[in-house]
């Protein structure tokens, strides 16, 4: 049986058009003139009228924290499969999860076995970066092996936190990694700027407001630059820098991209694109430890100079880095944000937020919310027949409805938190249907997939072409 999703307003990364998506099996095997699928079909048919609705690829969200365990206390509340289903109602179809440090001093494939377990329940299709903890010859020879035959292309290095990498480790890894055509991801904020900030502060300043203080923004700039540095000496290894929230990154990534460094990468997530600062005080410090995540949210400028990094093409790809706690887990530190569990979800709003705001109200073409939701994460991460709309590829496809609103809410969100960060916020489209390979896997907001329908991606990354 094939599907024809019939008139839409087909969007893909390079082009969009009223036509005909034909689905056989798993595929797209066919994109045609609009009421034209019809007649080149042999064999039966279920027509999907798409008319007046856009059609645009399965999201690739390439930061996702899926059942982390973060700390010995809080584990991310949703799991691959709830996760998954958030995600999949959302309009996404493929996460590339960061995973959780393992025990001190454990082998890089470690935590890949821990992980292949943990998502086995997956509805949508996954792979995962690995994360290092430490450096030594064992370590980088293990590099390799997970590059060339195993298909895990990104590891994750954090500048800060409780195994950040320094100067020798980021500079060891960067010329690993270009060796075995593999790909540094990198958490760049400065360790000696937060820590020492946040151990000077005073017993009033230990309020959710102190986060953002004690994470100026030059925190990440300056580490941004760090890494570009390194990237650079080692003869322009490829560097993709998670999160940035500051605008004084986007200036250092944007100068290194014009002057030949094309293979520095840069995500930034809808927290900041669309929240600043104002959320740890407004309300009230119960409010405000809600929003507890790193980097901080910040200001309107920098939010601004986001959305010229997405029109511009400094900043590649909008992920989510969603990572939620309960609200109760995130209130027993209101008193002290220190120890709070950094994180807060997203995946299942990332589509219609950028969708509607994005697309609808002009910020973004078609063409570049397509590729900065899922094209340009399929390329830089190596993820191969997903990302566009074309025949042979992964029939990975959403359809969006621009005449119905809706607004979010606590009890019509799918993650586990039972709270949002943008609860209130109305999208001026609703994502009526999710197709994951050819299965139909949720329909307006209501998930119909299978638990455990996820693969597991093989990725590669092909040699950047400068
Ligand atoms: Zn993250």
């Known amino acids: 049986m094939n599907i024809i999703i019939e008139n839409g307003l087909i969007c893909t990364a390079t082009n969009h058009f009223v036509g005909d998506i034909v689905i056989t099996g798993n595929t797209i095997s066919a994109v045609t003139d609009p009421h034209t699928a019809r007649q080149q079909v042999s064999g039966d048919y279920e027509i999907i009228d798409a008319t007046g609705h856009y059609v645009v690829p399965g999201g690739i969200d390439p930061h996702t924290h899926f059942d982390l365990q973060q700390s010995s206390k809080h584990r991310a509340c949703d799991d691959f499969l709830h996760g998954g289903i958030a995600a999949a109602c959302g309009g996404t179809t493929t996460v590339i999860d960061h995973m959780a440090f393992g025990p001190a001093g454990c082998s890089l494939h470690h935590q890949f076995d821990v992980y292949r377990e943990l998502a086995k329940d997956c509805p949508i299709d996954y ?172 200001k309107k400028e920098d939010q601004d100079a986001l959305w ?72 830089i991460f190596g993820i191969p027949n997903k990302g566009d709309i074309k025949v042979g590829y992964d029939a990975d496809l959403v359809i969006f409805n621009p005449n119905e609103a809706r607004t979010f809410q606590k009890d019509n969100l799918k993650t586990t938190c039972h709270y949002s960060a943008y609860e209130g916020m109305t999208v001026n489209a609703t994502v009526a249907k999710v197709f994951l390979r050819g299965q139909l896997i949720a329909e307006n907001n209501t998930f119909c997939g299978k638990k455990g329908y996820g693969q597991l991606l093989k990725r590669h990354i092909e040699a950047a072409d400068k």
């Open 308 to 379: 010229q990094g997405l029109q511009d093409g400094t900043v590649q790809v909008v992920a989510t880095d969603h990572c939620p706690f309960t609200i109760a887990e995130k209130q027993a530190y209101v008193n002290d944000f220190r120890n709070c569990p950094g994180g807060i979800s997203g995946v299942e709003e990332r589509m219609p937020l950028l969708f509607s705001e994005g697309v609808l109200k002009k910020k973004l073409t078609p063409e570049q919310f397509v590729q900065v939701t899922a094209t340009n994460a399929a390329r």
């Open 127 to 298: 792979s995962f970066h690995g994360v290092f903890q430490h450096v030594d010859d064992s370590i980088l020879k293990e590099i390799n092996e997970l590059v060339t035959n195993e298909g895990f292309p990104s590891f994750k290095a954090y500048t800060t936190y409780g195994s950040p990498m320094h100067e020798p480790e980021l500079f060891a890894l960067l010329e690993r990694l270009k060796e075995c055509g593999g790909l540094l991801t990198v958490h760049a904020e400065d360790d000696t700027i937060t820590n020492t900030l946040r151990n000077r502060l005073t017993k009033d300043e230990l309020l959710p407001i102190g986060h953002a203080l004690t994470r100026p923004n030059t925190a990440e700039s300056i580490s941004v630059n760090t890494v570009i540095g390194l990237a650079h000496v080692v003869g322009d290894a490829p560097v993709y820098l998670v999160h940035m929230s500051a605008h004084e990154s986007l200036s250092e990534i944007r100068l290194a991209r014009q002057e030949g460094q094309a293979n520095i990468y840069a995500e930034t997530c809808p927290q900041y694109l669309f929240l600043t600062d104002d959320k740890f005080k407004d309300g009230g410090p119960m409010e405000g430890i809600k929003y507890m995540l790193a980097p901080p949210l910040r």
